[in-house]
């Protein structure tokens, strides 16, 4: 037993080669399905040398066979076929290869491959590659269209006349391809690729002719229906006959039956547009003309009203509203005014029988003193002080003198 490796006791290069060998050969015979993607007969060598590509990957490995097997009959071994391999794992230790030497070759029949299509259309539906929400709604009048088919082909042809013929002003980014054996599928999706990221470009058409199932394989490659949803761009696919469908059908935002139809659906037909057009400008003509007539009837009723007719008739009418009016507003007021006068001349002859000039007037008189304040107390005067007296002709200046006041009373009281 070989020691372990380390970096103090590394193994040499045909140590690890043999041993890649040894593991590689406890593998035993296994069965692989691939598709033929590089077959080379070199002339009567015994050896036939064969590329098998696995359809749904970029992945491929190299097998080699002897020519009895590769050329047994009933066996049509070309490239582009579905094929299952019978083989035993190969480790060429001084090349540092691995290959598959193959015992048995079979052709994968139609029944074969239908069913293998149906299983990727299963698996693909699961994860919701071919659901309608994911549909996405094609430009109107699109000024870019991509085209991915074969070069000079019918199905070219029938894409870019009809198109060019239903609306001329429309431009295409071609991109030609085989459209058909091993290599097809990865040139389609070179295509999608480059159109996709084409900004101009807003909608893109794939279309090939008529075929059989072999002939539409590549249509129904996993690896290109995952292409096509992702793509940013809305995809028609207008493969084979109506009657034919493929995958690329299913996971498409548009399903053309044939070229020709790829066409009517990407581009409007300007003829039809053109009518159509005429006709909406008919019917907004009509639509305006009968609003305008609806306004002119409404506009006439409205001129037609008294309000409008004549005008100055209510004016006339209210004339006589405000002359009489006037006249009650004119002979309240006068009665108002008045009334007015009579109540401001009771109310002078009243304050005038009350005021102090009045009593004055009647002989009686104000006693003040030499401050202004009024006496109205005998014994609130000192004898001598000097008083003011206003009567109703003017003010009298007059001195107390209380024994002229004794005397008096002396006199009233003798009767003198």
């Known amino acids: 037993m070989t020691p372990p490796s380390s970096p103090e006791a590394p193994w040499p290069v045909r ?69 299952i391999v019978r083989a035993r794992p190969d480790y060429y230790v001084a090349r540092g290869s691995f290959s598959l030497r193959a015992t048995e070759i079979r052709a994968v029949g139609l029944g074969e491959l239908l069913a293998r299509i149906e299983r990727i259309r ?15 709604p094609l430009p109107f009048a699109p000024a870019v269209v991509g ?7 019918a199905a070219e042809r029938d894409v870019l006349v009809t198109a060019r013929r239903r609306w001329p002003a429309v431009r295409f980014a071609m991109h030609n391809c085989a459209v058909q054996g091993p290599q097809a599928a990865a040139n389609v999706m070179e295509g999608l690729r480059r159109l996709d990221a ?20 590549p249509f129904s490659d996993e690896g290109l229906v995952r292409a096509i949803a992702a793509t940013r761009t809305p995809v028609v696919t207008a493969v084979g006959h109506e009657t034919d469908t493929t995958l690329v059908d299913h996971v498409a935002d548009v399903r053309a039956a044939t070229p020709t139809d790829a066409a009517h659906r990407v581009v409007p037909e300007i003829g039809e547009q053109r009518r159509l057009v005429d006709g909406l400008r008919s019917r907004a003509r009509q639509v ?45 007021l006068v009665h108002r005014v008045e009334g007015a006068e009579r109540d401001l001349e009771h109310a002078r002859a009243r304050v005038a029988a009350l005021s102090p000039a009045a009593t004055l007037d009647r002989g009686y008189a104000v006693v003040q003193k030499a401050d202004g ?5 005998p014994s609130a005067v000192a004898d001598g002080e000097l008083l003011r007296v206003r009567v109703a002709g003017g003010r009298l200046p007059v001195r107390v003198d209380r024994s002229a006041n004794g005397e008096d009373e002396r006199r009233e009281s003798t009767g003198g």
Do not use: N, Y
Not at 147 to 153: C, E, F, N, P, Y
Not at 373 to 377: E, H, K, N
């Open 122 to 136: 299963r698996l693909l539906a699961a994860e919701g590659l071919f659901d309608a929400a994911r549909k996405r």
């Open 373 to 377: 304040s009024l006496v109205r107390d």
């Open 15 to 83: 140590t690890v080669a043999r041993k890649i060998a040894d593991w590689i050969g406890r593998l035993g015979e296994v069965w692989v399905e691939g598709q033929v993607a590089q077959l080379s007969r070199r002339g009567g060598a015994a050896t036939v040398f064969l590329t098998l590509r696995d359809p749904a990957a970029d992945l491929s490995v190299p097998v080699t066979c002897h020519r009895d097997v590769a050329e047994r009959p009933g066996l049509e071994l070309t490239e582009g076929a579905r094929v």
């Open 288 to 332: 305006l003309t009968g609003r305008l007539e609806q306004q002119e009837r409404w506009l006439e009723s409205m001129r037609t009203r008294p309000v409008l007719a004549s005008p100055d008739r209510l004016l006339h009418g209210r004339e006589e509203d405000v002359l009489s009016l006037r006249t009650r507003a004119r002979r309240t």
């Open 147 to 153: 085209v991915i088919t074969g070069r000079d082909s």
């Open 198 to 217: 084409d900004p101009a470009v807003e909608v893109i058409v794939i279309a090939r002719g008529g075929g059989s199932v072999e002939d539409l394989l």
